[in-house]
């Protein structure tokens, strides 16, 4: 059964990944895309893409963090091609902690890591993205309040609250890892609470990813409009918090429609569409090659095992 199961997650990570990369580029003729893309700047097409490098460098640093955390520490290299390939593919099929934890399972249980070990990569990696989206969350509320009232149209009070739970959030679990020895129980769960640098390390790494991808929608949007990094921010948090809920892939259409909401008056098409190519469907496009890259290489590793541990046999 693990000669079958174990090649059947690959091949149906690397198609349902191929499909969503169909199904998003076919509601667009190649003159829209090509037409949107060279409606931005090449100045602000590059900083886009920089700030999407960025951000997957970052995400590299929640897998490294967390090989650590589960005593199995791998060389960086390991870290970046397993958090790249699972997460560029990941963030497109949408609920990632099972879609992206396949793929990164596929490449854990090769380096050694268990069956617990590697959900415990997973989760993790989760609260990473949960304490990294609540401290940008709360920085933005906080620091431009009157921007945050005027986009969400809710009142300074609201918004001010708001923001000190979304920073207060973080600052507790700091405090419960710098103190607290014991398994934490959440109802039938129990997570072991990191050492505290490695949690100081979750909420700085998740903080600065977060702060990539808003850099990168925002160098998108600013291409055709006059919008503060710190509005896109608030912006981003709310539109990327509706997608995580929602578990749509890739947040596809959910994105959009918060920030066209949110920011209405505007013609932002183009730039939500440049944006959406630069940080979903390019690295997925890198991912599903790597990947696919990876299990020859891998095929043939082991093919080329079994052949040596045959020959004396047949000798």
Not at 204 to 230: E, K, M, P, R, W
């Amino acid at each position: 059964m693990r000669k079958i199961w174990k090649p059947l997650i690959a091949v149906l990570a690397i198609g349902l990944a191929a499909f969503l990369l169909y199904r998003t580029l076919s509601r667009y003729s190649m003159d829209e895309l090509l037409a949107a893309v060279a409606a931005i700047p090449a100045a602000r097409l590059a900083a886009a893409g920089g700030f999407a490098a960025a951000s997957y460098l970052c995400l590299s640093g929640f897998d490294y963090l967390a090989l650590r955390y589960v005593g199995k520490p791998l060389p960086y290299y390991k870290a970046l091609w397993a958090s790249f390939t699972s997460l560029s593919i990941g963030h497109n099929i949408g609920l990632a902690f099972l879609s992206s934890g396949a793929v990164r399972y596929r490449f854990y249980t090769r380096w050694g890591l268990n069956a617990e070990q590697v959900a415990k990569v997973i989760l993790f990696c989760g609260i990473t993205v949960g304490v990294g989206l609540m401290v940008l969350g709360g920085a933005a509320l906080l620091l431009r309040s009157d921007l945050a009232v005027e986009i969400t149209g809710v009142s300074k009070t609201i918004v001010i609250v708001l923001g000190i739970a979304c920073l207060a959030l973080p600052a507790i679990y700091l405090t419960l890892s710098a103190f607290m020895r014991k398994s934490l129980r959440i109802w039938r769960w129990e997570l072991d609470m990191p050492p505290l640098p490695l949690a100081i390390g979750q909420v700085i790494v998740g903080s600065v990813n977060f702060a990539f991808v808003a850099a990168c929608l925002h160098q998108a949007l600013a291409a055709v409009t006059d919008v503060a990094y710190v509005g896109v921010a608030s912006v981003y948090v709310i539109a990327n918090t509706t997608s995580l809920i929602s578990h749509v892939p890739g947040g596809l259409g959910v994105i959009e429609s918060v920030v066209m909401y949110l920011l209405p008056g505007q013609d932002l098409i183009g730039s939500l569409l440049v944006f959406r190519f630069v940080y979903f469907l390019i690295p997925l496009c890198m991912g599903i090659v790597v990947f696919l890259v990876t299990e020859l290489f891998y095929r043939r590793k082991s093919n080329a095992h079994a052949g040596m541990t045959q020959a004396p046999a047949r000798a």
